[in-house]
């Protein structure tokens, strides 16, 4: 078995090499979204990374819906995130000193005005600092520079979309995967995802579908980049993610005729030999905190 482990990631690598050449580059959802979530020098240096392989560059309509529909959650989470770690900051205060009256209110040298002077010092600074941070947020709703980018950045690089009878068909077909645990996007099959009905369901694998079609349509090998670690698109070695399920490698070869480079966006950057801060590197790990064999 070992041996079989270690033919298959040499495979692996000589693929990778050769569509390394001329692949098309597609970035899923989660990548182009995390750009949202970057600080800003991150975020600024990637979309330069992405522009330098611009006639390379291709969107699945899946994507590029994904994006649309995510986008506004995501700047919606960002702004929430002070507020509601300012409000824990109150709660914090206000459960220590419920504590306090209920039981060592009449304590002789437990002072409650003494320990309010205290806790202002220490938690107002904390405060202050969040709303500090809230400033700096971009206004995007006078500016989304995110959104701009990737739009120029994708101009007439789009797929299309499935027809209504196409997506029944996915739908159906995707029952039959989930049901037997096939990747990729089974991990999915979860009360929230069922309840936003089947085009988020089956989200993964409509992307999949795309990405197969258009690799066969236009004969092209692929390199995919995603930042979903699930097990639905990654084998796993000791609880780390080690490489692309052989099923998905397997599958895409059989329906297209190419081979199939599946990344992280941390295994791209490594992969494609640039080099970019050591800061936006680190601000990857923060956001993906990457768990790699």
């Given at each position: 078995?070992?041996?079989?482990?270690?033919?298959?990631?040499?495979?692996?690598?000589?693929?990778?090499?050769?569509?390394?050449?001329?692949?098309?580059?597609?970035?899923?959802?989660?990548?182009?979204?995390?750009?949202?979530?970057?600080?800003?020098?991150?975020?600024?240096?990637?979309?330069?990374?992405?522009?330098?392989?611009?006639?390379?560059?291709?969107?699945?309509?899946?994507?590029?819906?994904?994006?649309?529909?995510?986008?506004?959650?995501?700047?919606?989470?960002?702004?929430?995130?002070?507020?509601?770690?300012?409000?824990?900051?109150?709660?914090?205060?206000?459960?220590?000193?419920?504590?306090?009256?209920?039981?060592?209110?009449?304590?002789?040298?437990?002072?409650?005005?003494?320990?309010?002077?205290?806790?202002?010092?220490?938690?107002?600074?904390?405060?202050?600092k969040l709303s500090e941070w809230e400033r700096a947020e971009p206004d995007y709703k006078k500016k989304d520079l995110v959104k701009e980018k990737i739009l120029t950045l994708y101009d007439k690089r789009v797929g299309n979309d499935y027809n209504f009878d196409e997506l029944l068909e996915i739908y159906a077909k995707g029952r039959i995967r989930y049901d037997n645990k096939i990747p990729p996007g089974y991990k999915d099959d979860t009360p929230d995802k069922k309840d936003m009905g089947a085009r988020h369901l089956f989200g993964d694998?409509?992307?999949?579908?795309?990405?197969?079609?258009?690799?066969?349509?236009?004969?092209?090998?692929?390199?995919?980049?995603?930042?979903?670690?699930?097990?639905?698109?990654?084998?796993?070695?000791?609880?780390?993610?080690?490489?692309?399920?052989?099923?998905?490698?397997?599958?895409?070869?059989?329906?297209?005729?190419?081979?199939?480079?599946?990344?992280?966006?941390?295994?791209?950057?490594?992969?494609?030999?640039?080099?970019?801060?050591?800061?936006?590197?680190?601000?990857?790990?923060?956001?993906?905190?990457?768990?790699?064999?």
């Amino acid at each position: 078995m070992k041996k079989l482990l270690k033919e298959q990631k040499k495979d692996w690598n000589a693929i990778s090499d050769k569509v390394w050449q001329d692949g098309v580059i597609v970035f899923d959802t989660n990548v182009l979204l995390n750009l949202y979530r970057y600080n800003e020098e991150a975020r600024d240096e990637l979309i330069g990374l992405m522009k330098s392989y611009k006639d390379r560059l291709w969107m699945p309509y899946q994507v590029g819906l994904e994006f649309l529909d995510n986008c506004e959650a995501v700047k919606i989470w960002l702004h929430k995130g002070y507020k509601d770690l300012s409000a824990q900051v109150d709660e914090c205060k206000k459960s220590f000193f419920k504590f306090y009256d209920s039981h060592y209110s009449k304590h002789k040298h437990i002072h409650r005005d003494e320990l309010e002077e205290l806790f202002d010092k220490q938690l107002n600074p904390i405060k202050e600092k969040l709303s500090e941070w809230e400033r700096a947020e971009p206004d995007y709703k006078k500016k989304d520079l995110v959104k701009e980018k990737i739009l120029t950045l994708y101009d007439k690089r789009v797929g299309n979309d499935y027809n209504f009878d196409e997506l029944l068909e996915i739908y159906a077909k995707g029952r039959i995967r989930y049901d037997n645990k096939i990747p990729p996007g089974y991990k999915d099959d979860t009360p929230d995802k069922k309840d936003m009905g089947a085009r988020h369901l089956f989200g993964d694998l409509i992307v999949w579908m795309q990405i197969m079609d258009y690799a066969k349509a236009e004969n092209k090998d692929i390199i995919f980049v995603g930042d979903d670690l699930k097990e639905d698109w990654w084998e796993k070695e000791k609880g780390k993610i080690s490489q692309p399920r052989r099923e998905l490698l397997d599958e895409f070869k059989y329906r297209t005729g190419r081979e199939i480079v599946i990344h992280t966006q941390k295994g791209f950057i490594e992969a494609s030999k640039k080099k970019l801060n050591e800061n936006t590197m680190k601000e990857m790990d923060r956001v993906m905190n990457y768990d790699i064999a």
